[in-house]
């Protein structure tokens, strides 16, 4: 139920900031970032790959519908498309993919979105079909010699739940692929060692999750398949990720056992922790290939690690554990990778500056930006940056958030007034906020609106034990944190209670919903594909989530009474504020049917409601004229159910039971 973010830098021009400022309320100001600006900036990139000293990544494209293309730095501080017209490089596994190709030399292999084959594609040439339909392919690596992809794939020729598997692809196409290993539910980071002789792999089973437990396997390679399998590290309430060989088949991954994920080494016999620390070398592995560190071959690593939400990058020194964090300016980092032993790219982000591709000299810690997706920036005078904040929550309990104060420089509110809040839940509900720039977020601060961007009990980033928070309290551990945070903020004058709104996507949807039916501090709500029926959540989604709620909520079937009793569905007694739903019509991970069961019983019930259903978009929507038409009907539902008029020309949206209409 993880959230689509889209993130944004933007170039555009700002009122005179000589000028004095217009006396107007909180929402009703003017601001440069309009929602066809959103669009044509909201390109989001990811998976960057390095190969035979060449850069590589996906972007986005949201005014070609949507499709993700293949890129490299064109060498003037653009880029050159590589993936032709026709295709779509995005995979389908768990759903919310995850590398979706890999580069050798310039022969590119990837999934194709459409028909989730593999291709291959060499320059010059059209890409051409390796597998056959009813797959779906991603992680892929090549072995040293060339001749086969190890992949995860995922088989959907049979009725009933997919089946994952580990499999080699010969490079020549002509078959699904040889199942190397199929003996568990899920799988993930096929790596093989730079001699070829061995693989190592992530397994896990239902009804765990990857952050929950996972073991990591190495087994002998052979023509024949795989010899000799044992596990290395995992097991019960153990999280390993990303295993990745060394020069010397040192093998090295990260795992959870000390609560944070931290980097360790296997050799043969034991693990042993290598730079023991209370940070997060890792991330919850919603999408595959995620890449937090990189082996430099030489002795050391270079490491993104996170501190309170907060990314650093590091030169680690694998024989003494030493730590040599770069002074950089970035506060979100992603896609580690070398380009060679004393350069690193990633992708980067910080509060002033949306994400970019990055080099970094590790010897010197310089830094530049290779490419934005838009290289120019909103001006600094309108920017709001997210303060972190702790505040106290249920239990005697700390939660973290970060919140962003109304700001722009042409505006100031009337004496005494204080802004409407939007209280904005991640999805996940694994996962977290991040303190990045997210133009996305700044077209509210710019009108007048305070948002705070809540970690809730629950979210990643903070240990284990913190994410532990929300194993069977889903929907009251997170509900009583974003309550929590209004109280909070109203208590320290920064607010108005009385035109506080919630909103979120995926499972911060789902949080929503159940604050609206169960608490009483939010006036109004933004449900973007959120969870309404739990029950029905658990019967509907995919193979990857459709356990997940073991552990969230409860099994079923004996759990049934806690479904019944934590589905903002089943409680609307309590459910009295304007709601606004927004949701895809091709949603597998949320599907359509939650959506409208809740916009149906509460109009129903005389609840003021709006609904928007997108065709051909699916968890999070990428197509520019669906973005345009979600915000801009979200701002105009807002400025009807508190009553101010929001600048600009909106289209009207209609709702359903608002007094006066």
């Known amino acids: 139920m993880r959230q689509i973010l889209l993130t944004f830098a933007l170039a555009m021009p700002v009122a005179n900031t000589h000028a004095e400022p217009r006396v107007a309320p909180y929402g009703t100001w003017t601001s440069p970032i309009a929602a066809t600006e959103l669009t044509r900036s909201a390109v989001r990139i990811g998976d960057l790959r390095t190969s035979a000293g060449r850069v590589y ?19 003037r501080g653009g ?23 890999t580069v050798v030399g310039d022969t590119v292999y990837f999934s194709h979105w459409s028909d989730q084959r593999l291709y291959v594609h060499v320059p010059g040439s059209a890409p051409k079909a390796l597998t056959p339909q009813g797959y779906r392919y991603a992680d892929c690596v090549v072995d040293p010699g060339g001749a086969r992809l190890y992949c995860v794939r995922e088989d959907h020729t049979q009725p009933g739940e997919a089946q994952n598997a580990l499999v080699a692809v010969p490079v020549g196409g002509g078959s699904a692929g040889q199942v190397l290993y199929s003996g568990s539910d899920f799988v993930a980071y096929p790596r093989v060692s730079p001699d070829g002789t061995r693989l190592a792999w992530i397994s896990w089973n239902h009804p765990n999750m990857p952050w929950d437990t996972t073991t990591l396997h190495v087994a002998d390679l052979s023509p024949e398949g795989l010899r000799n399998v044992r596990t290395v590290a995992g097991g019960e309430d153990e999280s390993v990720l990303e295993p990745n060989w060394d020069a010397d088949g040192t093998l090295y991954f990260v795992s959870d056992r000390s609560d944070w994920w931290n980097l360790y080494r296997w050799k043969g016999d034991a693990a042993q922790p290598v730079a023991p620390m209370q940070a997060e070398f890792a991330a ?10 990189a082996l430099t ?8 690690y996170s501190e309170n939400a907060i990314d650093r990058l590091a030169v680690l020194d694998l024989a003494s554990g030493r730590l040599r964090a770069l002074d950089l300016p970035y506060t979100t980092l992603d896609s580690v990778q070398l380009l060679s032993s004393q350069t690193a790219y990633a992708i980067g982000a910080s509060g002033t500056m949306g994400e970019a591709v990055i080099a970094v000299d590790l010897a010197s810690g310089q830094h530049q930006i290779v490419h934005a997706p838009d290289d120019m920036k909103l001006p600094a005078a309108l920017v709001s940056i997210g303060e972190p904040i702790e505040f106290p929550t249920a239990h005697g309990r700390t939660a973290h958030a970060f919140f962003y104060a109304p700001r722009n420089p042409a505006f100031e509110a009337p004496a005494g007034q204080k802004p409407p809040l939007l209280v904005k839940v991640h999805g996940g509900p694994t996962g977290h906020a991040q303190a990045m720039l997210d133009v996305g977020l700044q077209y509210w601060t710019s009108r007048g609106f305070a948002v705070v961007d809540v970690n809730y009990g629950g979210s990643s980033g903070y240990g284990r034990k913190y994410r532990e928070r929300l194993n069977g309290q889903w929907g009251i551990t997170d509900v009583e944190d974003v309550v929590a945070v209004v109280c909070y903020l109203a208590q320290s004058g920064r607010i108005d209670p009385q035109r506080a709104a919630i909103r979120g996507g995926s499972a911060g949807g789902y949080t929503t919903l159940a604050a609206l039916a169960f608490e009483n501090v939010f006036k109004a709500g933004a449900n973007y594909y959120g969870v309404s029926d739990l029950e029905m959540l658990a019967r509907e989604t995919h193979k990857f989530e459709s356990r997940y709620l073991d552990r969230l909520v409860a099994p079923l079937p004996q759990g049934k009474a806690v479904y019944v009793a934590r589905s903002p569905l089943h409680h609307l007694d309590g459910f009295n504020e304007p709601l606004i739903t927004f949701q895809g019509k091709e949603d597998r991970v949320v599907p359509p049917s939650q959506s409208r069961a809740i916009v149906d019983a509460l109009r129903a019930k005389g609840v003021p409601v709006a609904y928007l259903e997108f065709d051909g978009e699916q968890h999070g929507f990428r197509k520019a004229e669906n973005i345009v038409r979600a915000t801009e009907a979200e701002l105009a539902f807002y400025g009807r159910v508190f009553g101010f008029t929001p600048a600009g020309n909106l289209p009207e949206v209609h709702i359903d039971n608002l007094p006066g209409t």
Not at 81 to 100: A, I, K, Q
Request: positive net charge; glycine residues 16%.
């Open 57 to 75: 990544w996906w972007e986005s494209r949201p005014q070609r519908g949507g499709r993700y293309v293949l890129v490299t730095p064109d060498g």
């Open 79 to 101: 880029v050159r498309e590589l993936t032709p017209d026709g295709f779509n490089v995005r995979t389908r596994v768990h759903e919310y993919g995850g590398s979706p190709y």
């Open 284 to 293: 919850p592995l919603w999408s595959l290939g995620q890449a937090n560190y």
């Open 297 to 304: 071959g030489r002795g050391q690593a270079v490491v993104r």
